[in-house]
């Protein structure tokens, strides 16, 4: 996947890029587990926009909660969305859409939402920040955003593993490489407060994934690619393992209002 430029002019990349199997992981997800923490906050008739919004899974779910009012899954992955389009179309939802778009320069008039979501986009982030200014400027006065990103610092791993831990650590300097911060989740509380927001609260859980031979095997993909082939070796060798495995990850999230 090519490297796009953030406004600060540093370059970024998305660290599971667009293979198969990331792109599966990230169509497991649904706004009632992974964007529970914002539906709250969520009533009919509210426009909102969810920003990074990958393959569409919770874009759908966002857009069934404030029904009939409208929302728009934007991504710099224009690739994902027609898979959102065609979920929409399978299920009826008729209020949402999908459009490429980068979270640095959105494309629509200042105080035109009532609601932002972003979910698992801000740790691939040089400037997060700055993703988060621009969209608190097309927030309305009194408009909430909530966003989640995991924190790399929290793994939950059964039976623990030297070798795993290790690539767990070969990974996040990959992320860093590309311009992300796999600590992310730990900041959002500081990020939304330099952006301008106010009254931010924060929140964390953790994941464990249904399925730790698919989430192992993605990282280990990842890892390959990198050229860290032993770590590779090391996380599938663990996942193989005849004795039960858990794979839990740390998610912050955070909710702020738009005060201005």
Partial sequence: MPRVASETGNAERYTPGDMASAVAVMADRRV???????????RPGQAVLDVGC??????????AAVAPGPVLGVDAGAHQLDQGRRLAAQVGMTNVAFEAASCYELPWPDQSVDRVFSHALLEHLVDPVAALREARRVLRPGGMIGVCSPDWGGFLLTPPSDGVAAALLAYQDVQRGNGGDPLAGRKLGVHLGEAGF??????????RFTSTTA???????????????DHARSVRMWSDQSCGTMFAEAWVSAVAVNST
């Fill in 198 to 207: 106010a009254d931010i609260r924060v929140d964390a859980r953790y994941e």
């Fill in 215 to 229: 989430m192992a095997e993605l990282l280990a993909v990842l890892l390959d690619e990198a050229g860290h082939g």
């Fill in 54 to 63: 990958g393959p569409g899974t919770i874009t759908v779910g966002l857009a």
């Fill in 32 to 42: 009632e587990t992974h964007g529970r923490f914002f539906l709250p906050h969520l």
